[in-house]
């Protein structure tokens, strides 16, 4: 259960964006649209949402486990 709730914890944080390659060699990021912007931020809450679907499921198998059995 300590496990599921340092998952909880750790799923808001985000990293943001990548930094330079491993060469340490920086890019210059390409100017990005407003639908760019608009396609970036959906595709992001999708991601949190599965990620927060995936958490309750693992919750409930976690309850399931703790369950007597019958």
Request: hydrophobic residues 45%; aromatic residues 2%; glycine residues 8%.
């Amino acid at each position: 259960m300590t496990a599921l709730l340092a998952v909880f914890l750790l799923l808001p944080l985000d990293a943001g964006p990548p930094g330079a390659p491993d060469g340490g060699v920086g890019t210059v990021a390409p100017s990005r649209s407003a639908e760019d912007e608009e396609v970036i931020q959906n595709l992001d809450l999708l991601e949190h949402l599965a990620e927060s679907q995936a958490l309750e499921m693992l919750l409930e198998i976690d309850a399931d486990r703790e369950k007597p059995d019958r």
